[in-house]
Each structure stands twice: as C-alpha cells, then as structure tokens.
T-cell receptor
C-alpha cells in the first residue's frame, strides 16, 4: 500500500485566498484525522471522521475552516479565506479502530 | 477539554546517556500511544499501551503506563544519534479521539 497520500506538499498563497488540502487514506481504514502542527501549539486535532462521517470537529479553529469526506478514499480540508496565522503543517492520518495512526507526509502551508 | 502534557519540552544529551520523557493526562485514558517525529518528517508510531501498569520494551526503549492510566513514560537507554527527534505521546479516552501531547524534542550530541 502507498500509505496516506496528501497534496499539495507545499502551498504558498496570499491572505484572503482559498486553500484546499487533500488526503487519500489507506484503503480499509475507517478513521481519518486532520491535525495541524505549529511550533507554538504543537499537534492539534482539527477534526476526525469515522466511516466518512465527521465525529468531532471541536478542534476546527473557526468558520473559515471546513472539512469533508465524500467517500472512503478522499477527504479535503478547506480554508476560506486564509490568514497568515493559518501557516502550519497540516497532517492527515488514518487508522482502523484502536489501531495505530498512519500519517501522510503533510502539507506545508504558508499564507503571506 | 482533555489535555496531555509532556516534560521536558527539550532535552540535550551526550551520546550514550539515558533519556526519559514523561506524559501526563488530565483525564483517565483507555490507552496511550507513542510516536517519533524526525526533523522535517511526520509522526511514526512506536507502540501502544493498554493495561494499567503495563511495561513494554523495544530494544533500548522502555515504555510504561501508569497504574491510574493517566500518565506514561518513555525511557531510552544509551542514546544514539539516530534517536534524535521529537517524541509524542497520544492519549485516547472514551471515544476514538487521539489527543497528542506537547512533545519532547531530543537532541543527541556525538
């Protein structure tokens, strides 16, 4: 298996622009997590899905952030409009119930 | 909400010295996982502990889960330069939500 695949790996955009991050989980994994990592705040859980259904989105910073999982093999995290404080590495991870998390390589976002 | 703290935040050691990081949760955990993240990389799973008081070993690494299932530790014996990275614990309580600790960054000098 190719592992968790994220795109883009790097994104540089200007404040106010829409950003869409994409994730393909490992086939057969029924949980998908989105984390954000910064030096100041560490690894923050933004949202997680079980069987494509959002279970807990209490970590989503504000209404500018939204996440979807239209099917078992694809998820998106969207920021609209983006702000400089959104600059971070965004990780997608998947797993089976009670199993280990497999992380993607991450998407490094820079908002100017 | 649930919080998971780790100490120390940073640790610099000479190669060959031992290293320990401690993880403390504000709530009782159903299980705890440990991850390692190399500089510029992504977190990689090391181990999962489930039982109260459980101790597991992986070569030079020893993992322990506290009796009250609210704390855990990772001990590395005789560190090597390959041990460099940030070590995270991740706690699960109640639901399947994994909350990561604040991490301990280990630097090993040859």
């Amino acid at each position: 298996d190719a592992g968790v695949i994220q795109s883009p790996r790097h994104e540089v955009t200007e404040m106010g622009q829409e950003v869409t991050l994409r994730c393909k989980p490992i086939s057969g994994h029924d949980y998908l997590f989105w984390y954000r990592q910064t030096m100041m705040r560490g690894l923050e859980l933004l949202i997680y899905f079980n069987n494509n259904v959002p279970i807990d989105d209490s970590g989503m910073p504000e209404d500018r952030f939204s996440a979807k999982m239209p099917n078992a093999s694809f998820s998106t995290l969207k920021i609209q409009p983006s702000e400089p404080r959104d600059s971070a590495v965004y990780f997608c991870a998947s797993r089976v119930a009670s199993g280990e998390l497999f992380f993607g390589e991450g998407s490094r976002l820079t908002v100017l | 909400g649930q919080q998971v703290m780790q100490i120390p935040q940073y640790q610099h050691v000479q190669e060959g010295e031992d290293f320990t990081t401690y993880c403390n949760s504000s709530t009782t955990l159903s299980n705890i996982q440990w991850y390692k993240q190399r500089p510029g990389g992504h977190p990689v799973f090391l181990i999962q502990l489930v039982k109260s008081g459980e101790v597991k070993k992986q070569k030079r690494l020893t993992f322990q889960f506290g009796e009250a299932k609210k704390n855990s530790s990772l001990h590395i014996t005789a560190t090597q330069t390959t041990d460099v990275g940030t070590y995270f614990c991740a706690g699960v309580s109640g639901t399947d939500k994994l909350i990561f600790g604040t991490g301990t960054r280990l630097q090993v000098f040859p």
